[in-house]
């Protein structure tokens, strides 16, 4: 069954044109105007993917961002006006896994929608047979997409910092440069001033309790990228 899309956007002629767009592509759509309906639709029609506006009346995209990645891992991209650089940084903080700046293309939105459900259904690739990955006294389970901590204890991810945390426990002690990090995360090259990922790596270095000023797990490597320093034992 083709994946189900929720909008939210509270532009009618954006939702329309979004609406038909994706329909025309093969994919069910789902238009909500604000948060109120946003939830309905999420509880109701459980879709596989949220495009959320930034500017909403009432709870704003951040605020409902926020509270979507609180409960659960469902795909979000987050659509920015082009000026306000910020709300694209607050949107990847608050566990947004891609984001768009108004105006944009829909075949653009379509290919970012595309990469992040194939990255989202398809269970990483490893190496070996094992489909639990330990590092630091830490457990990656790739098959219930769950971080453990040495006490058993799950630590909540969202979808882009779980591809993030596979990509740098499939490639350890190899420096990994941003273009590389979002080709193996969301599919694509960054521009020259995008920081997603290193807003991504800030936030996995709290998931993992790993010093930003000192950090022993996700270590920066200056002019180039970053390097995962821990040692990964693949378990059966």
């Not at 994919?27 to 949220?50: C, F, K, N, W």
């Not at 891992?73 to 082009?82: D, F, G, H, K, Q």
């Not at 769950?146 to 799950?154: E, R």
């Not at 797990?217 to 990964?232: C, D, H, M, N, P």
Request: glycine share 6%.
């Amino acid at each position: 069954m083709n994946a189900r899309i929720l909008v939210v956007d509270d532009d009618a002629e954006i939702r329309k044109l979004l609406g038909e767009y994706l329909q025309r592509n093969g994919y069910r759509v789902s238009l909500a105007t604000d948060g109120r309906e946003m939830r309905r639709a999420v509880e109701q029609v459980r879709p596989d993917i949220v495009v959320l506006d930034v500017m909403l009346p009432g709870d704003s995209g951040l605020s409902l961002c926020r509270d979507l990645r609180a409960g659960s891992s469902l795909p979000v991209i987050m659509l920015t006006a082009r000026a306000e650089e910020i709300d694209r940084i607050l949107g990847l903080e608050m566990g947004a896994d891609d984001y768009l700046a108004k105006p944009f293309s829909p075949r653009e939105l379509l290919a970012r929608i595309k990469s992040i459900l194939r990255r989202t259904r398809a269970l990483p690739p490893a190496r070996s047979d094992a489909h639990r990955l330990r590092f630091a006294g830490w457990t990656l389970d790739l098959a219930a997409r769950q971080l453990v901590a040495a006490d058993g204890v799950v630590v909540p991810l969202s979808g882009a910092e779980f591809r993030l945390l596979t990509v740098f426990v499939e490639h350890p002690n190899r420096v990994l440069d941003r273009n590389q990090l979002m080709d193996l995360t969301v599919g694509r090259d960054g521009t020259p001033y995008d920081r997603s990922i290193d807003v991504q790596v800030s936030r996995l270095r709290v998931r993992l309790r790993d010093d930003a000023r000192e950090p022993r797990i996700i270590k920066t490597v200056r002019s180039e990228g970053y390097v995962f320093a821990a040692l990964v034992e693949r378990l059966a």
